[in-house]
């Protein structure tokens, strides 16, 4: 059965449209996304490769995210995306003094009407004390994972390893964060 998703107004209000993920979308509509940065107390973050199989950027490293499903939230899509992903409840984040981390942290839309790709993104920063036993991978989505410094991202980055830097590193700066 097919993915439906809601479709969205440049101004995030839903036009009562639902379609098939995939769909060509005309000026002015946008379907959500999500993605989530988790930092650990050593500050390394928790990032993925995706699996071979992916028809877009196959092999790629990225952090959790996805598209959100219709009738979700941004918040229940990216609580559904990491606990997919791996395995992981980002209702146990660590609260951080003046955030709150059930709001994204950061929002960038893209714009692409010859495709009929528009979308807006919202990217989250949670903290969490986790280790390699915490996560559990979905295999059909996830080839491995590992817990990255800031230095080896960026590094990976510049070489085409990376997916979303730029705007990870918006988000970060959005926050008052150091940058990769």
Known sequence: MAEMVD???????????????GTFLQK?????FVLA?????DHTFLITQRVMT?????GQFEVSGGGAKSQETSWD???????????????????????DF????????N??????????VDIYHFHMDISEKDVTIQPEEVLGFRFAAPEEIRLMAESD????FKRLNEALQSEGERIW
């Open 7 to 21: 479709i969205y107004t440049r101004d995030r209000q839903k036009t009562g449209l639902v379609v098939e993920r």
């Open 28 to 32: 002015d509509q946008y379907r959500m």
């Open 37 to 41: 940065m988790i930092e650990r107390p």
């Open 54 to 58: 992916k028809h877009w950027a196959a």
């Open 77 to 99: 899509a990216v609580k559904r995306e990491v606990k997919e992903e791996v395995g992981l409840d980002v209702e146990k984040s660590i609260p951080q003094p003046g955030k």
């Open 102 to 109: 059930h709001k994204p942290v950061y929002t960038y839309f």
């Open 111 to 120: 714009d692409d009407p010859d495709r009929g790709d528009n979308y807006f």
């Open 161 to 164: 390893l990376f997916l979303h």
